[in-house]
């Protein structure tokens, strides 16, 4: 009996299985529409620059889409591309790959910082400088555009885009410099991690040679200079080892915050690390000027006998011994980029 009426039933989805096939189409349309508009801005910027061989063609408008176009097999289909599924994706591999487009045109600064040389700020710096060469010619202005397939040296050695983005945690031990080359021979940080990656990659902020603890390395320019400018406010806790038992007063002074030559700090939190030894303490802070926690204890008339990092943007050294490293995880990395956790400083006003 019910297949004689088979053909008055309507099979198209319903519900909210229509909503969302609807919203599926919608996105499908607009992605399209998207790419359809890149292409046409691409073409044209290419012909601009004598790349293109072909007037480029005008965008045209997309589709509308049709609400009833859709069979429930078609929209299973689209939910399953469109929403994979992330549980079996597991963080294995410490070379992140990401595909760059070699004609998308980028600042030259930028171009420095993803080829991983330095951060973009330290890039700004070394164009204006002079050091950096555009197929022959010095150029000064870091927001210089340059495409990817140029000859681009920096103190007369040619550089390349990275593809492949590394991530490294570092527990830094004591007497080692927190850059990549040392004029007076010094051992370096990079001395620890040479095994790591073929990948080259530099520390991101710095730590004093007698400071330990977290330190993060990478030849991600545009993820080091998020971390390193002042406006994402990056929290970092430290724990200070001093010459005596540090007074209320001082410690209230920490929290209240007080005038240094370059300007007004407090710290964020701080507190007692051990309740029967008062000359450790926890401080917790994130401004990133030089040597600030050490000038900090010494404006209060302590002198700092042990500094160690024990967290940097969420990253901590657990089960890292001294001197040792390891690559991040996926999740990590994507903390980091996204500044999820409890690694940054919740402010309403920084977006």
């Not at 690390?273 to 209060?300: C, P, Q, T, W």
């Amino acid at each position: 009996m019910a297949k004689a009426f088979e053909k008055f039933m309507d099979s198209s989805p319903k519900g909210a299985k229509k909503k969302e096939a609807i919203r599926q189409e919608k996105r499908k349309a607009k992605a399209a529409s998207r790419a359809e508009g890149e292409a046409f801005r691409k073409k044209k910027w290419e012909k601009k620059h004598g790349i293109a061989t072909a007037a480029p063609a005008p965008p045209s408008r997309s589709k509308k889409f049709d609400k009833t176009a859709l069979s429930p097999e078609k929209e299973v289909r689209q939910s399953s591309k469109s929403f994979p599924d992330s549980s079996k994706q597991k963080a294995t591999a410490p070379v992140i790959t990401v595909a760059a487009d070699p004609l998308a045109p980028m600042p030259l600064n930028k171009f420095l910082a993803h080829a991983g040389i330095c951060g973009r700020r330290e890039a700004a710096e070394l164009i204006k400088a002079g050091q950096v060469t555009v197929n022959g010619d010095t150029i000064f202005e870091p927001g210089y555009k340059v495409l990817g397939n140029e000859d681009v040296k920096w103190k007369g050695k040619k550089i390349f885009l990275q593809k492949n983005l590394v991530y490294i945690l570092l527990n830094k031990p004591k007497d080692y410099i927190t850059t990549a080359k040392d004029p007076e021979g010094r051992k370096t940080v990079l001395d620890l991690v040479k095994d790591a990656a073929k990948q080259r990659v530099y520390p991101v902020g710095r730590l004093d040679r007698n400071t330990t603890g977290v330190l993060l390395l990478t030849n991600d320019g545009a993820l080091a200079q998020k971390l390193t400018h002042p406006s994402f406010q990056v929290k970092k806790i430290y724990e200070v080892k001093l010459d005596k038992p540090v007074a209320k007063k001082d410690f209230e002074a920490l929290l209240e915050g007080f005038q240094l030559e370059d300007g007004f700090i407090k710290a964020d939190s701080a507190a007692y690390a051990d309740a029967k030894d008062k000359s450790v303490i926890g401080i917790e802070i994130h401004s990133g000027r030089n040597r600030i926690v050490r000038r900090m204890f010494e404006h209060l008339g302590y002198d700092v006998r042990g500094l160690d990092r024990v967290l940097f943007a969420g990253l901590t050294k657990k089960n890292i011994d001294r001197g040792t490293w390891r690559f991040l995880n996926e999740k990590e990395i994507r903390n980091l980029k996204f500044m999820n956790g409890s690694g940054f400083v919740k402010d309403k006003n920084h977006a």
